[in-house]
């Protein structure tokens, strides 16, 4: 088996809750806790959950856009979480990230020449009179016409800026990317569009995705293996198509029988989940997930589920299966 | 505008101002009656203030042999005096068209020190946070706690009265609320995504504080200022009046107010005049200011 | 089934840098006596503006023609005053945005009161009463104790619910809900539906549901009108709609959604992208993504009937000859 690109182990991100005037630590929002995944080169790696689920933090935690608290992560045979300054700077060429919003995403006072030009500046890539090549290269890449470069981001829709954004990742030739929901503010028609980009550019540039996203359908479509979050900890991964066809964990089985089926003669067997998510800040014992759980006994209450693999590459955290 | 940007949907936390087109800066005269307004006040003190030898009719310190009544009073406006004179004999015109330097040097070399203090304190604060932030913060409570005049009175005192210590006590001292508006600023941008982004790509701290945030605060920063050269001309004025400010023979407002008082009863106008100077100049910093204000406003923007 | 709410040649035009254009045009519509009417389209399509037109709630500097006719009576031609009577008793609505959309600073029970209070008279007492019935018909647990609560104490589904609890108050006979589940996770936009459904169902009302995701619409509507760029583009039964598509449109948008179930297989998008308000150019809208898009297509397309009560603004079908209607 090939090494993989990215190893997470044990990954944690507590945030301290202050009170007072004296800033007091009394509590902890327990964002991610304990996550741990591999991604092999090439391959994309869907994370879905519902919001506060950690999903957000945990990709920033990896890129240590947010200081994990504690964990390892490997990339390409490197520990990034004890890179000094310049090698991190140096490694963020490797890994990078776009972000959901394609209206806070963009600086509003750069054009999009000059927020392409960004990265090659910043890591000194191509001699000056190569760049504004590159830029113009990079945006027929996505998609866009070249005399784009001279404008401005509020000229744009929300899908021309999704490409920009995904320009810019690539602007400095990485090996991963994390796509932080990149299609969930786009509308369908332009959705499409932007996942079709996406993999046509995996294909080209051997580019390897951790895709986090809310939209299950969106993540079955593009992910080679799913990683389904609650509360901040793992619940089930697998494959994409086992997980959608024989999904073990009683919360993937509610979240995949929550979405509506754009079919108004389909068959729902609809597991409707009772109450809320708990807070992150004041997780349940045992099984996170007992509180709305439809078949939870006592033992679930009690002891944290044990990380299993039930079947080749199907991993799950449930007593019950 | 595009379509989409008319269904309704939750306003951005942070809607930067378009970039306006050249037609639609052109109309806004109608829409910002204020700033052009305000601007046209600042724009003649300022000529006012470069012309200052050219305009003015006669030397301002100079004591006339026939600027005072028989009975040593000063003369009323005439057409030699346009604005009377002072107790001294003086010009009051003139005095007042040179006495507009002082005031403008003092209140905007002053701002340029307070904004270049709350701009680096702020930027610093709101970016680095946690103990920095508390620290900087709290030395911002600090200088906002005292009164300003009596710190500036005290400072100027120590100093010795001269119109370079007078601007540097008022810019060293006048910066906590630049301080604070950048900090609240850079607090909530430095959560958008497209400074993630920056760091993401490995920028460094510098290059995001000044290359990447700075010139997305910089407008609200802008307003502030030119309130800012409004209030410090008058604490300027108010510290010529008690004496320790800008020193006679010099003219400077607040001094020329300050002598005038003795005079008020019989020759009203040595007060008048140099109050109304420093009134209308206040006014159109603070015109312009809030013109600016409603200018970059994105709700005006986008109408 | 007699129609509640009829929707004729609603027009909407929007004073932009001195000039109207037109963010609506020509659109008609029904709803029955307990009818669900989804109402689909893409950001900007102006399905909102739309909804918001009944209500009456457009900005000023909004030229609005055509009929809005609640039972019989034309909203756009009522008075102010006797809009008021009708906004949150006859017609209410819920809107996306559940954080924004309750006051923070009002207790939950007062919120849901003041309508009760305005349009049925009734006294603080009594209002309170019927607020927690009304939230516990929403399936608010706790509701005697969530009534003097705030809005920030509640999570985003519980206070969808309590914008439905304020929606019901005064059992309207038409209920406008404006992307009701487009701001919550999927589990809890499960649970809103769920109870929007039994809701409107029991009470028999008439509902406008707006919103993009075909899923919803497939649920929850009994009839669908698609819209783009500011017209109706097909409209017609659900199960017309999802099985025989006819506008290019529609198609489209059935073929770019990526599917939950069966083979996985390369999305076919609508390539470019939905046209501005200032340049929608002449003909039909869509012709300049259209795959099919022909000569005949510079000229505007007429609602054409493809169906049972199923018309398509296509040149495709026109053929079929004009609906009358």
Same mark, same amino acid.
């Given at each position: 088996m090939t090494e993989a690109l990215l190893q997470v182990e044990e990954l944690v991100k507590y945030f301290p809750i202050r009170r007072g005037v004296l800033q007091r630590t009394v509590g902890h929002v327990k964002a991610v806790d304990g996550i741990s995944f591999a991604v092999n080169q090439g391959e994309t790696l869907g994370v879905v959950g519902e919001s506060g689920c950690g999903k957000?933090?945990?990709?920033?935690?990896?890129?240590?856009?947010?200081?994990?608290?504690?964990?390892?992560?490997?990339?390409?045979?490197?520990?990034?979480?004890?890179?000094?300054?310049?090698?991190?700077?140096?490694?963020?060429?490797?890994?990078?990230?776009?972000? #959901?919003?394609?209206?806070?995403?963009?600086?509003?006072?750069?054009?999009?020449?000059?927020?392409?030009?960004?990265?090659?500046?910043?890591?000194?890539?191509? =001699?000056?009179?190569?760049?504004?090549?590159?830029?113009?290269?990079?945006?027929?890449? +996505?998609?866009?016409? =070249?005399?784009?470069?001279?404008?401005?981001?509020?000229?744009?829709?929300?899908? #021309?800026?999704?490409?920009?954004?995904?320009?810019?990742?690539?602007?400095?030739?990485?090996?991963?990317?994390?796509?932080?929901?990149?299609?969930?503010?786009?509308?369908? =028609?332009?959705?499409?569009?932007?996942?079709?980009?996406?993999?046509?550019?995996?294909?080209?540039?051997?580019?390897?995705?951790?895709?986090?996203?809310?939209?299950?359908? +969106?993540?079955?479509?593009?992910?080679?293996?799913?990683?389904?979050?609650?509360?901040?900890?793992?619940?089930?991964?697998?494959? =994409?198509?086992?997980l959608f066809t024989n999904p073990l964990h009683p919360y993937t089985k509610a979240l995949l029988s929550a979405i509506p089926v754009p079919d108004p003669d389909a068959k729902r067997e609809r597991i409707i989940l009772q109450g809320d998510l708990p807070s992150p800040a004041n997780p349940p014992s045992g099984c996170p997930f007992h509180t709305r759980c439809p078949v939870a006994v006592d033992k679930c209450r009690q002891e944290v589920p044990a990380w299993r693999e039930v079947k080749s590459s199907h991993h799950v955290a449930c007593h019950l299966v | 505008?595009?379509?989409?940007?008319?269904?309704?949907?939750?306003?951005?936390?942070?809607?930067?101002?378009?970039?306006?087109? $050249? $037609?639609?800066?052109?109309?806004?005269?109608?829409?910002?009656?204020?700033?052009?307004?305000?601007?046209?006040?600042?724009?003649?003190?300022?000529?006012?203030? &470069?012309?200052?030898?050219?305009?003015?009719?006669?030397?301002?310190?100079?004591?006339?042999?026939?600027?005072? %009544?028989?009975?040593?009073?000063?003369?009323?406006?005439?057409?030699?005096?346009?604005?009377? @004179?002072?107790?001294?004999?003086?010009?009051?015109?003139?005095?007042?068209? !040179?006495?507009?330097?002082?005031?403008l040097t003092v209140g905007v070399v002053s701002t340029l020190i307070?904004?270049?203090?709350?701009?680096?304190?702020?930027?610093?604060?709101?970016?680095?946070?946690?103990?920095?932030?508390?620290?900087?913060?709290?030395?911002?409570?600090?200088?906002?706690?005292?009164?300003?005049?009596? !710190?500036?009175?005290?400072? *100027?005192? *120590?100093?010795?009265?001269?119109?370079?210590?007078?601007?540097?006590?008022?810019?060293?001292?006048?910066?906590?609320?630049? /301080?604070?508006?950048?900090?609240?600023?850079?607090?909530?941008?430095?959560?958008?995504?497209?400074?993630? /982004?920056?760091? /993401?790509?490995?920028?460094?701290?510098?290059?995001?504080?000044?290359?990447?945030?700075?010139?997305?605060?910089?407008?609200?920063? &802008?307003?502030?200022?030119?309130?800012?050269?409004?209030?410090?001309?008058?604490?300027?004025?108010?510290?010529?009046?008690?004496?320790?400010?800008?020193?006679?023979?010099?003219?400077?407002?607040? %001094?020329?107010?300050?002598?005038?008082? %003795? @005079?008020?009863?019989?020759?009203?106008?040595?007060?008048? !005049?140099?109050?109304? /100077?420093?009134?209308?100049?206040?006014?159109g910093f603070n015109m312009m200011g809030d013109g600016l204000r409603d200018l970059l406003d994105p709700h005006n923007a986008t109408r | 089934m007699a129609d509640v709410l009829e929707v004729r040649d609603l027009t909407i035009e929007f004073l932009i840098e001195e000039r109207y254009y037109r963010a609506v045009q020509g659109v008609s519509f029904d709803i029955g006596e307990g009818e669900t009417l989804g109402l689909v389209g893409e950001s900007g399509c102006g399905k909102s503006v739309t909804s918001l037109a009944v209500m009456r709630l457009l900005p000023t500097h909004t030229k609005v023609s055509g009929q809005v006719k609640f039972r019989g009576q034309d909203l756009l031609k009522v008075g102010e005053p006797q809009m008021r009577q009708i906004r949150g008793n006859e017609i209410s609505m819920i809107f996306q945005e559940p954080m924004t959309s309750l006051n923070p600073v009002h207790r939950i029970g007062t919120q849901i009161s003041e309508s009760l209070i305005l349009h049925r008279n009734v006294s603080a007492a009594k209002a309170r009463a019927q607020s927690i019935d009304l939230l516990k018909l929403v399936g608010i647990p706790r509701a005697e104790q969530i009534v003097d609560e705030y809005p920030h104490q509640l999570s985003g589904g519980m206070r969808q619910r309590v914008m439905i609890a304020m929606a019901m108050a005064c059992q309207p006979s038409v209920l406008i809900a404006d992307e009701p589940t487009t701001a919550l996770d999927v589990t809890i936009q499960a649970q809103i539906l769920d109870l929007m459904r039994h809701l409107t169902a029991e009470n028999h009302m008439s509902t406008l549901l707006i919103t993009h995701d075909l899923g919803v619409v497939a649920e929850?509507?009994?009839?669908?009108?698609?819209?783009?760029?500011?017209?109706?583009?097909?409209?017609?039964?659900?199960?017309?709609?999802?099985?025989?598509?006819?506008?290019?449109?529609?198609?489209?948008?059935?073929?770019?959604?990526?599917?939950?179930?069966?083979?996985?297989?390369?999305?076919?998008?609508?390539?470019?992208?939905?046209?501005?308000?200032?340049?929608?150019?002449?003909?039909?809208?869509?012709?300049?993504?259209?795959?099919?898009?022909?000569?005949?297509?510079?000229?505007?397309?007429?609602?054409?009937?493809?169906?049972?009560?199923?018309?398509?603004?296509?040149?495709?079908?026109?053929?079929?000859?004009?609906?009358?209607r």
């Open positions: 957000s933090t945990m990709g920033r935690s990896v890129l240590r856009l947010i200081e994990p608290t504690k964990g390892k992560v490997t990339f390409n045979g490197k520990n990034v979480l004890s890179l000094n300054k310049p090698e991190m700077r140096a490694m963020r060429r490797e890994m990078q990230i776009v972000f #959901q919003d394609p209206y806070a995403s963009l600086n509003p006072r750069y054009t999009i020449g000059q927020t392409l030009l960004e990265p090659m500046k910043i890591h000194n890539l191509h =001699s000056p009179g190569e760049r504004m090549q590159k830029v113009h290269s990079l945006l027929e890449r +996505v998609g866009l016409a =070249s005399e784009y470069a001279r404008r401005f981001p509020h000229e744009f829709s929300g899908g #021309q800026r999704q490409r920009v954004g995904i320009a810019r990742a690539l602007a400095v030739n990485p090996k991963l990317v994390i796509l932080d929901e990149p299609v969930a503010a786009l509308d369908v =028609s332009v959705q499409s569009q932007v996942l079709n980009l996406l993999e046509d550019l995996q294909d080209e540039f051997h580019l390897t995705y951790v895709f986090i996203a809310h939209d299950l359908s +969106v993540v079955r479509h593009i992910s080679d293996r799913v990683m389904v979050l609650y509360l901040g900890r793992m619940a089930e991964v697998a494959d =994409s198509e086992e | 505008m595009s379509l989409s940007e008319l269904d309704i949907k939750p306003s951005q936390p942070f809607a930067p101002t378009p970039m306006v087109a $050249k $037609k639609q800066q052109l109309k806004s005269l109608r829409e910002f009656p204020m700033l052009y307004l305000g601007g046209f006040i600042v724009l003649v003190l300022i000529v006012v203030a &470069i012309f200052a030898p050219v305009l003015a009719p006669h030397n301002p310190d100079a004591v006339f042999q026939n600027g005072l %009544n028989a009975n040593g009073t000063p003369i009323a406006p005439n057409w030699e005096f346009p604005l009377g @004179t002072d107790s001294n004999g003086r010009d009051i015109l003139s005095r007042v068209i !040179f006495g507009s330097r002082v005031s307070n904004l270049f203090i709350g701009v680096v304190v702020g930027l610093v604060s709101g970016y680095f946070g946690k103990w920095v932030d508390t620290v900087l913060m709290r030395a911002v409570d600090t200088i906002l706690a005292f009164p300003f005049l009596l !710190f500036a009175m005290a400072l *100027v005192a *120590v100093l010795g009265p001269s119109l370079w210590n007078v601007l540097f006590a008022i810019g060293i001292l006048g910066w906590g609320t630049m /301080a604070r508006v950048v900090r609240g600023q850079v607090l909530s941008l430095k959560e958008f995504d497209y400074v993630q /982004a920056e760091r /993401a790509l490995g920028a460094s701290h510098g290059r995001i504080m000044f290359r990447i945030i700075l010139p997305n605060v910089i407008g609200p920063v &802008i307003v502030l200022a030119t309130l800012n050269v409004g209030m410090n001309m008058l604490t300027e004025a108010g510290l010529s009046f008690l004496g320790i400010g800008i020193q006679p023979p010099q003219a400077s407002w607040g %001094n020329m107010i300050q002598q005038g008082m %003795n @005079t008020y009863a019989f020759a009203p106008w040595t007060l008048w !005049f140099p109050g109304l /100077a420093l009134v209308i100049a206040v006014l | 929850m509507c009994d009839r669908v009108a698609v819209m783009y760029a500011g017209q109706i583009v097909e409209q017609g039964p659900v199960r017309e709609i999802f099985r025989h598509p006819s506008h290019p449109y529609t198609v489209g948008l059935m073929n770019c959604i990526p599917k939950i179930a069966g083979e996985r297989k390369r999305l076919v998008p609508i390539e470019g992208n939905v046209p501005s308000l200032q340049n929608m150019g002449v003909g039909c809208r869509f012709a300049p993504r259209c795959p099919k898009a022909m000569d005949v297509c510079h000229e505007e397309p007429e609602e054409y009937s493809v169906g049972t009560e199923h018309t398509c603004r296509c040149w495709l079908h026109a053929e079929a000859g004009v609906t009358s």
